[in-house]
């Protein structure tokens, strides 16, 4: 009967590497592929008039300022408190959407202007409520 030899059984260092190039290049895949969410440092007005907003530090869905920003605005104010309400209370509150229409209103009542003149408050607030 022949023996089997041990150190034949073990595979070889270079496998081993490959096996794990290969699965740390898979990790990087799977990281890739989940939604990579982006604060925003500066007031921007993009697609005013449109679902795709993105309007200040704060608004436009999936869209929001970095932990400590001051808003653009008061209608960034208003978007950034229904970012704050949402993320405690869940995307489907009913009480933060209508907190949310009810600043909008107040802001639009004050007669102030925003910061954009490319987008300003009539353009951008109708792509809101």
């Given at each position: 009967?022949?023996?089997?030899n041990?150190?034949?059984?073990?595979?070889s260092?270079?496998?081993?590497?490959l096996?794990?190039l290969?699965?740390?290049?898979?990790?990087d895949?799977v990281?890739?592929?989940q939604?990579?969410?982006?604060?925003?440092?500066?007031?921007?007005?993009?697609?005013?008039?449109?679902?795709?907003?993105?309007?200040?530090?704060?608004?436009?869905v999936?869209?929001?300022?970095?932990?400590?920003?001051k808003?653009c605005?008061d209608?960034?104010?208003c978007c950034k408190?229904?970012?704050?309400?949402?993320?405690?209370?869940?995307?489907?509150?009913?009480?933060?959407?209508?907190?949310?229409?009810?600043?909008?209103?107040?802001?639009?009542?004050?007669?102030?202007?925003?910061?954009?003149?490319?987008?300003p408050?009539?353009?951008?607030?109708?792509?809101?409520?």
């Amino acid at each position: 009967m022949r023996r089997s030899n041990p150190s034949r059984l073990l595979p070889s260092p270079l496998l081993l590497l490959l096996l794990l190039l290969f699965v740390a290049s898979g990790c990087d895949a799977v990281q890739d592929s989940q939604p990579q969410v982006r604060c925003s440092r500066s007031c921007v007005a993009e697609n005013c008039n449109s679902l795709g907003i993105k309007y200040g530090k704060y608004c436009g869905v999936g869209w929001s300022g970095c932990p400590g920003e001051k808003p653009c605005d008061d209608l960034d104010a208003c978007c950034k408190i229904h970012d704050e309400c949402v993320e405690k209370k869940g995307m489907t509150s009913v009480w933060c959407h209508e907190k949310f229409k009810q600043c909008i209103q107040k802001v639009k009542k004050s007669g102030k202007m925003g910061f954009s003149k490319v987008c300003p408050y009539e353009v951008a607030m109708p792509t809101m409520i």
